[in-house]
Structure formats: structure tokens, C-alpha cells
């Protein structure tokens, strides 16, 4: 069965800070995606990354960057210099086995609760 | 980039009434929609999955009866809630698989409150 942690629940941090949201997933399937999605207040899904469980580069985008480590099973991404705006939930999700007529269905995590003050 | 549509955003209804949902992909199929649950302060649960001309595959102890599935279209799947009560009060939200792909993509939500 597959699982996502995400031990953060809630995290507070002053503008321009950094911070990394931590993720862990477990599965026993060899292929695999995993995805960081923003919640607003507003409540829409905010798409953040895919990364298939075959590439292990970290990832940049901007003020985003993302860690994978498979050795470890976690997924963890870090916000840089932190803006209010940035304040929502995050959730970390993972998808099964994307061969074979696999529905890529999501699992996903928790989330934390980010709250970027001023 | 791809949109998903879902309709309403929100929806208020009385105990015993019917409620549907739809999720329409604009501007790609999709086979495969997914329909989730969240309840406050909670994670998305996944309710069931929707293919296309099929029936809708449900998870664990989600009724079948309670929550109707239909995905006549590759671009529309509507969820009915049917005889709401109070306990389905909740935020839904679909998302659809592009065919072919495995690009995922939302739609923004509904908040159905049953009074």
C-alpha cells in the first residue's frame, strides 16, 4: 500500500525566510510520480511539479527547489525567501505504477499548513 | 495550459436533496477523472475513479448508491450526491488524466454544505 508523510503539520516563518517542507513516501511499485500541489484559502489545487521516480535531479524553479532523494523515500521542497503570498497548505502526493493500464491514482499526504508573516 | 472546469464552486441544499457535480476537461480528453473528498483542516481523499463508458471504480467505503459516477463524455464526469445529508457536507474536487498522458490536472473545488 502506498503512503505519504508529511510530519509537518503546520509551520510558521517570518518573510524571507527559508523553508523546507519535509515529505516521505513509501510504495513498492519501481515506477512511480510524485507531485508538490499548492491550497490557497481559495481552495483550488495549485499544480507545483511531477517527478518521475526514475529521475532523481533536484529541481529549481525560481524561488522553488526540489529534493529527491530515493535512497531515503523523500520528496522535500524548499521555499526560498518566503513571501506572504506563499501561505497555504502544501500537500506532497504520490501516483502508482504508471505502466501497464495503471489509473495513476493520488495519494496523497497530510499537508502543512504554511504561514508566511510579514 | 489545460483546464479543468468543476461546477459548482459551492452549493448550499437541503437534508433529502440531490446534488451534482461536474467536472469537464476544456480543451483535452480524459478518460480517466478522479473524484476526492476533503474535509476541513484534512487531506484529499480519493472517493472513486471514473473511466470513461464504464463504471466508476469506487474505493474502500465509499458508497456506490450514495455517490453516483457518470462519465458518458471524455470530457465531462459528474458525481450526484444523492439524498444529501449533513455528514456529506465536504469539499470535493476532480481532477482528469489527459489520455494518453499522465498529466493530472484539478479542477478548483466544490463546497457543498446540506443544512
Known amino acids: 500500500a502506498q503512503k505519504v508523510t508529511q510530519a509537518q503539520t503546520e509551520i510558521s516563518v517570518v518573510e524571507k525566510e527559508d523553508v523546507t517542507l519535509d515529505c516521505v513516501y513509501e510504495t513498492r511499485d519501481t515506477t512511480y510520480y510524485l507531485f508538490w500541489y499548492k491550497q490557497p484559502p481559495s481552495g483550488e489545487l495549485v499544480f507545483l511539479i511531477r517527478r518521475n521516480s526514475f529521475d532523481e535531479q533536484n529541481e529549481i524553479s525560481g524561488r522553488y527547489s526540489w529534493n529527491f532523494q530515493k535512497s531515503t523515500s523523500s520528496f522535500n521542497f524548499t521555499i526560498t525567501a518566503s513571501q506572504v503570498v506563499d501561505s497555504a497548505v502544501y500537500f506532497c502526493?504520490?501516483?502508482?505504477?504508471?505502466?501497464?493500464?495503471?489509473?495513476?491514482?493520488?495519494?496523497f499526504g497530510k499537508g502543512t499548513l504554511l504561514t508566511v508573516n510579514p | 495550459g489545460a483546464v479543468v472546469s468543476q461546477h459548482p464552486s459551492r452549493v448550499i441544499c437541503k437534508s433529502g436533496t440531490s446534488v451534482k457535480i461536474e467536472c469537464r476537461s476544456l480543451d483535452f480528453q480524459a478518460t480517466t477523472m478522479f473524484w476526492y473528498r476533503q474535509f476541513p483542516k484534512q487531506s484529499l481523499m480519493l472517493m472513486a475513479t471514473s473511466n470513461e463508458g464504464s463504471k466508476a471504480t469506487y474505493e474502500q467505503g465509499v458508497e456506490k448508491d450514495k455517490f453516483l459516477i457518470n462519465h458518458a463524455s471524455l470530457t465531462l464526469s459528474t458525481l450526484t450526491v444523492t439524498s444529501a445529508h449533513p455528514e456529506d457536507s465536504s469539499f470535493y474536487i476532480c481532477?482528469?488524466?489527459?489520455?494518453?498522458?499522465?498529466?493530472?490536472?484539478f479542477g478548483s473545488g466544490t463546497q457543498l454544505s446540506v443544512l
Open positions: 481532477s482528469a488524466r489527459e489520455t494518453g498522458t499522465a498529466k493530472l490536472f
Open positions: 502526493a504520490l501516483s502508482e505504477d504508471v505502466s501497464g493500464g495503471s489509473n495513476y491514482k493520488l495519494t
